[in-house]
């Protein structure tokens, strides 16, 4: 069951400078059921989307190029329906660590709820099992030539009732937001968001397509 999270932002400083002021999002208490816990998952997520879309882009002459950052969030993971068969939606928790000095990125998503629909549009709701690792095999900061840009592979399996789904492809993202009078020894990166959008998950005995969100945010 995906646990409740508590966000902390940073509001926007004024022109002329300013420190930082902690902001508090609460999601619903722990949930019980398994579509209790979707709900409640949803909304999580959605808070951490918000957030990160807030953020302008990191600052390129500012980006670190040493140390490191950890990044706590969350991910939405949709496997498409094809020829009137189930879809899938997956929301779940993301860690997320990157070594600026080696030009890496690895970590998890797993905590997943899950949706099942079925032909006739029936829901149902699960408690998922298994995780999904990221950068495992190959990751890179500084893709595309920009050092605010990243990719990485990820994959893993992940059960949804009676359905196992073996996830395996590449995810590409950016580094997000600029900021100031972070602890020491912590990077001015304040979050990340990363997609995938051309990948396939076999399911049956077929191939379904797989989109995939993640977001994180420094510091929680």
């Not at 409740?4 to 999601?27: I, K, M, R």
């Not at 990044?71 to 997320?96: H, K, M």
């Not at 009078?181 to 005995?205: I, K, W």
């Amino acid at each position: 069951m995906k646990k409740s999270v508590v966000l902390f932002g940073l509001v926007a400083l004024s022109a002329c400078g300013g420190t930082s002021t902690p902001v508090t999002v609460e999601t619903p208490p722990e949930a019980v059921t398994p579509r209790e816990a979707y709900a409640a998952a949803q909304l999580s997520g959605s808070e951490f989307a918000s957030k990160v879309y807030s953020f302008a882009a990191t600052s390129r002459a500012d980006f670190p190029t040493t140390g490191s950052a950890s990044f706590t969030g969350s991910t939405d993971i949709y496997v498409s329906q094809g020829g009137g068969e189930r879809s899938f939606n997956l929301i779940g928790d993301a860690e997320l660590e990157a070594d600026f000095g080696r030009g890496t990125v690895t970590g998890t998503l797993d905590n997943f709820v899950a949706s099942e629909r079925d032909s006739g549009g029936n829901l149902a709701y699960y408690d998922a099992t298994g995780q999904i690792d990221i950068g495992g095999r190959r990751s890179e900061i500084g893709d595309d030539g920009d050092p605010r840009y990243f990719s990485a592979d990820y994959h893993g399996t992940v059960g949804v009732g009676a359905t196992n789904l073996r996830f395996n492809g590449d995810l590409y993202g950016s580094f997000r937001g600029n900021r100031v009078n972070q602890p020491e020894g912590e990077s001015n990166v304040r979050g990340f968001y990363a997609s995938s959008y051309s990948d396939t998950v076999p399911v049956g005995n077929g191939e379904r397509d797989v989109y995939m969100d993640v977001f994180g945010i420094a510091g929680l």
